[in-house]
């Protein structure tokens, strides 16, 4: 409470100086802005061109965006695969407290981890009065029914077993969970069967066609790699589904600004890029020298260019957030072969990389722009998680939280607004998940696994080999490493700094408690529009 406190006074006393809150400059109450979530998958830290200045390949649009907002180069996914980062993204929560096992969905699987009644940042926003939309990948499970009305598990054949009748519209789809609107795919839309699409809760083209690989492109020879073969409905697309989604998310803004402009709207473009396989639009074949997969980036950052440009046009730029974060780091062969063949690091000179727990695994792009009331050219070393996300829309909105929602979100807009540097943290610790759903706590610069290895990847053998680091302390139980001193994870402490290490254990054992487990503190107070500063 005397954080909030001393917040709202530095609010107050920074308005008095230069600019004035909405509610000093207008009689009406501020508008709330409209909320854009761009969310990449398997996008590393070292994928753009502001996060990495030797990529093989620019992101001007990314870049630009970043240099229009703020920058976090300290920002996480809550796991390192993307099922669980999803699910806590949309909840505010690690994937620990759903108790179940991590897992990314593939055909039929399910049921949600979004539970019946747990309010998700689509609900919230509902309630703050915004129209909602999601469209792109949902890949947070999702329950069918076969004939007899029996759940089915997942497993590619299963498909066929659906009875759509039965399943839809869907009991856990995004709009039964707060969207409005929505036009998504079950799983990872270019990878996992089964390949169909989801429009409000319905399903208007069932899997009814055998999918086979090699009807697509491979470019270079192996970027098609991970997709497989399954069942599919006719009209599904493989190689332009980004612009599909696209598409789906302008159309659903344009129309609400038609039906709908005194109202803020929230949208979700959650794209595939970069997932495997590597397969970019036609028209951004060659656009870099890097191939395939610089391509790929490449669409992703026109896309987000796209987006920004349309919502000037639309006359509603300044107040609109927008926000880009990934999933979770680099697909493994994605990153080898980016290294050896273009000199590329996805994971951006971290440790690991897809689920794994070091570094590379989760440390993403987290970017911000609101042109009306953040500060441009900002760079963060706040510690920060996708969690973090729904606190932070919350305290924009105004929307109090409740202390059983969003255990794990942290509210990062006093970052956002520049009034809370990086000699002041926000987050005193974070929780982290990998591949095997195994802990990592941050407090810091420490890092704690509870857990020996990547905690994801095989690094013994195969094209994993050549990284392969050694373990430094082999009779230890888990991993112990100072950041600041070691941001490469190569040196285990945790004998040489076992009074830390078992503070950061007992620490780790009250956050990650089944029924009362929280990281996130309680009695949040949101900032609020009429307490945030208009910029010039």
């Known amino acids: 409470m005397k954080t909030t406190n001393l917040l709202l006074t530095t609010l107050g006393l920074l308005t008095v100086g230069g600019g004035r809150t909405s509610a000093e400059s207008a009689s009406e109450p501020p508008k709330p802005p409209n909320i854009i979530i761009i969310y990449a998958d398997d996008l590393g830290y070292g994928d753009l061109s502001c996060y990495n200045p030797h990529a093989a390949y620019q992101t001007p649009r990314l870049d630009r965006m970043a240099a229009e907002g703020i920058r976090f180069t300290d920002a996480h996914s809550p796991s390192t695969i993307c099922s669980p980062s999803r699910y806590s993204l949309y909840s505010g929560n690690q994937v620990c407290r759903t108790g179940r096992p991590t897992t990314a969905f593939e055909g039929p699987g399910g049921p949600s981890y979004l539970k019946p009644g747990e309010m998700t940042l689509a609900d919230m926003l509902g309630k703050a009065g915004y129209r909602t939309g999601v469209f792109g990948k949902w890949h947070v499970g999702l329950t069918w029914y076969d004939k007899d009305g029996k759940q089915l598990g997942g497993g590619f054949e299963n498909a066929l077993l659906i009875d759509y009748g039965k399943s839809t519209p869907l009991e856990d789809g995004p709009n039964a969970r707060g969207f409005d609107e929505s036009f998504v795919t079950p799983n990872c839309p270019t990878t996992d069967p089964l390949y169909i699409y989801l429009e409000n809760g319905m399903v208007p083209s069932p899997a009814s066609q055998r999918h086979r690989p090699d009807t697509l492109p491979n470019p270079g020879g192996k970027w098609r790699w991970d997709n497989d073969a399954g069942w599919m409905a006719p009209d599904y697309e493989f190689v332009k589904a980004d612009l599909l989604f696209y598409d789906k998310t302008l159309k659903f803004i344009t129309e609400h600004r038609k039906k709908f402009p005194e109202k803020p709207f ?124 729904f606190a932070t829309i919350a305290s924009i909105v105004g929307y109090e939280l409740p202390d059983d929602v969003a255990v794990d979100s942290f509210d990062m807009l006093p970052a956002m607004l520049g009034i809370q540097g990086d000699a002041k943290p926000i987050r005193p610790h974070m929780l982290t998940q990998s591949f095997r759903g195994q802990f990592q706590l941050r407090q810091g610069a420490w890092k704690y696994l509870d857990h020996l290895g990547s905690g994801g990847n095989d690094y013994d053998k195969g094209l994993l080999q050549p990284y392969e680091l050694p373990e430094t302390a082999p009779a230890a139980t888990g991993q112990l490493f100072n950041l600041a001193a070691d941001p490469g994870e190569t040196t285990n402490l945790f004998f040489t700094q076992s009074k830390k290490r078992m503070e950061m254990q007992a620490l780790l054992a009250e956050l990650k408690k089944p029924k009362t487990g929280r990281s996130a503190p309680t009695n949040r107070k949101p900032i609020g529009m009429a307490r945030i500063p208009v910029r010039p």
């Not at 639309?314 to 980016?338: A, C, Q, R, Y």
């Open 266 to 389: 929230f949208a979700v473009l959650a794209t595939q890029i970069a997932h495997a396989p590597v397969l970019p639009a036609p028209e951004f074949n060659g656009k870099t020298k890097a191939g395939a997969r610089g391509d790929f980036v490449c669409e992703l950052d026109t896309l987000t260019g796209r987006l920004l440009d349309a919502l000037k046009e639309l006359g509603i730029d300044d107040n609109t957030v927008v926000m880009f974060n990934s999933d979770n780091g680099p697909e493994t062969n994605h990153t080898v072969w980016m290294r050896e063949d273009y000199q590329h690091d996805a994971a951006g000179g971290w440790r690991g990389m897809k689920r794994d727990a070091w570094d590379g695994g989760h440390r993403v792009p987290f970017i911000v722009r609101w042109p009306g009331r953040i500060p441009a050219a900002q760079v963060s070393r706040q510690l920060t998680n996708t969690t973090d996300v």
